[in-house]
């Protein structure tokens, strides 16, 4: 399998898929957006009036019109295009695709040795990129991001995933993260298997509360169909600039922009972690706590349609 640290990569996820049909008469052409005739019309499918005339240029028109299919899509939305990812993990994630029911297509990753594998320009040296074709996207698919961390200083997820003008970053609503409490600390992370038996896990909210969230929490807590799971999606500092060297908060800024261009994580991006809400956490979700005290490995799932172009 493709290793993260292994330069440029591609894969493919979800996205919306929208058609457009229509039918034309022959020898007839017609502009889209005008109005279909009303009942009482008196116009005929063949364009002509009841008593034999032509029509005048008009109701011609919208003659033809009452022909065609509508395209389907609301107005609003655009055709949907590649996205771009940009991931970093302190310490370590790796990065899948499928369904609700489990990742088909996996990339596994390592974790980072040093601070500059997470924070640091360029591109792929620090946080990471790939671009998703859009035209393996059929709908309610997930994006799956898989983190685990060596139990010390920081732990979080920081990520971003644009199609055309919209962004979503890490920190939304529409994550949801499960913690399955299986230690991967001293190893290169879960499998695929792994991972995919710990989704149905999550889905059913079969895990142990006292060692796991026993399902899927976003940042509100519980999610349908996990009603019993426990704490919650925990949200923390953007990745905005430093004030001074030294001074920020919990994380340093993570690569925004490298020297040759190349596209990095924004400022809008929060970073994300799991917070059981049990006591165990010493300050906040994003420090250590000694331990396996966050219940890692974690899995984070994001539904594919919660990244739309409008």
């Not at 899927?216 to 990745?239: F, I, Y």
Request: charged residues 15%.
């Amino acid at each position: 399998m493709l290793n993260f640290r292994d330069g440029a990569r591609s894969v493919r996820l979800v996205g919306l898929v929208f058609v457009v049909a229509s039918l034309a008469a022959t020898g007839c052409s017609a502009r889209r957006g005008s109005g279909a005739p009303g009942p009482g019309s008196g116009q005929s499918d063949g364009g002509t009036s009841d008593d034999g005339a032509l029509p005048d240029a008009t109701a011609s028109h919208d003659a033809i019109v009452d022909m065609v299919v509508a395209d389907t899509r609301p107005p609003f939305m655009s055709a949907p295009s590649d996205v771009d990812v940009a991931i970093t993990a302190d310490n370590a994630y790796s990065f899948g695709y499928g369904t609700e029911s489990g990742i088909d297509t996996y990339f596994a990753g390592s974790r980072a040795t040093s601070a500059g594998e997470i924070f640091s320009c360029p591109i792929d040296f620090g946080p990471e990129h790939y671009v998703v074709p859009a035209e393996s996207a059929p709908p309610g698919a997930y994006l799956y991001i898989v983190s685990w961390d060596d139990h010390s200083v920081t732990q979080g997820v920081l990520a971003q995933f644009k199609r055309t003008d919209a962004t979503l970053y890490s920190g939304d609503t529409n994550f949801e993260v499960c913690a399955t409490g299986i230690d991967f600390t001293t190893a290169s992370g879960p499998t695929q298997e792994q991972v995919n038996t710990e989704i149905l896990n999550c889905n059913a909210g079969t895990g142990d509360p006292a060692t796991s969230s026993a399902g899927w929490v976003n940042t509100a807590g519980p999610v349908d169909g996990t009603p019993s799971a426990v704490g919650v999606l925990a949200v923390g500092e953007a990745n905005e600039p430093n004030a001074g060297p030294g001074d920020y908060g919990v994380f340093p800024q993570v690569c925004v922009e490298d020297a040759d261009g190349n596209k990095g994580i924004e400022e809008g991006a929060h970073w994300m972690w799991y917070d059981p809400q049990d006591g165990s956490v010493r300050s906040d979700a994003f420090h250590s706590s000694r331990g396996n005290a966050f219940r890692a490995f974690l899995i984070f799932r994001l539904p594919a349609d919660s990244i739309v172009i409008f």
